[in-house]
């Protein structure tokens, strides 16, 4: 493998994941290099557990959302145990799904079934937070060698920072239209019913208490119809 034009593809990933616009973006824009950069990946896509309920983002085709659906059913699979990190593991790396494998005895047939030849899994993570798993496939048993595990280990690094990064972004946009949001309902009921700043916001906080809703809701229902 040339890793010295690897290297100077993966710099310019870093540059191009950063200039995406949103998290989506990020995310396909990730699993799409996946297949572009990591020798004998035919399909991508990323695992996100919560709980046990999972979540195919950024699927670069059908085989991946069929496998992420078998291994939430079945509650077992290699991105599966990625994603939770129950044995601490944060690399996997299946060679040949034609042959048994006793760590998923129920997933690796199934899989084999729908067309999965070999896969490779890496967590997701930064120091500070675990994000899931990035999921890498082949039709074809043994595509994948120590140079794609090492490529694909360095991609999920890269994609990492890059997601936490993005997804920090989101938070920060959103806290900020939900801020404009809610003082714009407080002017609202400041002038409809003749309050200080403070009664206004006293007005939408309780409103949400008592009805259990999220302030940024009560807010925007006052906007569009001026009461609470």
Not at 25 to 46: F, Q
Not at 54 to 79: I, K, N, Y
Not at 148 to 158: I, K, N, P
Not at 179 to 201: D, P, W
Request: aromatic letters at 6%.
């Amino acid at each position: 493998m040339d890793w010295r034009g690897f290297a100077q593809r993966m710099a310019s990933l870093a540059r191009d994941l950063l200039a995406q616009e949103s998290v989506d973006a990020t995310l396909e824009r990730i699993t799409s290099a996946a297949t572009e950069l990591v020798e004998g990946c035919d399909e991508s896509g990323i695992l996100i557990l919560n709980g046990g309920t999972v979540r195919s983002l950024a699927p670069t085709g059908q085989l991946v959302v069929e496998s992420d659906h078998l291994q939430e059913r079945l509650g077992e699979g290699p991105c599966f145990d990625a994603a939770r990190t129950t044995t601490g593991e944060r690399t996997y790396r299946i060679a040949d799904f034609t042959q048994t494998q006793p760590r998923w005895p129920a997933y690796a047939p199934q899989a084999h079934e729908l067309g999965v030849g070999s896969m490779m899994g890496f967590l997701l993570y930064t120091e500070d937070e675990e994000l899931g798993a990035l999921d890498l496939y082949s039709r074809k048993p043994g595509a994948f060698t120590e140079n794609s595990e090492t490529a694909g280990w360095m991609l999920a690094s890269h994609a990492a920072v890059a997601l936490a990064g993005a997804r920090t972004h989101a938070q920060m946009d959103q806290a900020i239209a939900t801020r404009h949001t809610i003082g714009e309902a407080m002017g609202i009921l400041m002038s409809s019913r003749r309050l200080t700043e403070n009664q206004a916001f006293d007005v939408l906080r309780r409103y949400s208490q008592d009805h259990n809703i999220k302030l940024r809701e009560v807010a925007r229902r006052v906007c569009e119809t001026g009461h609470v």
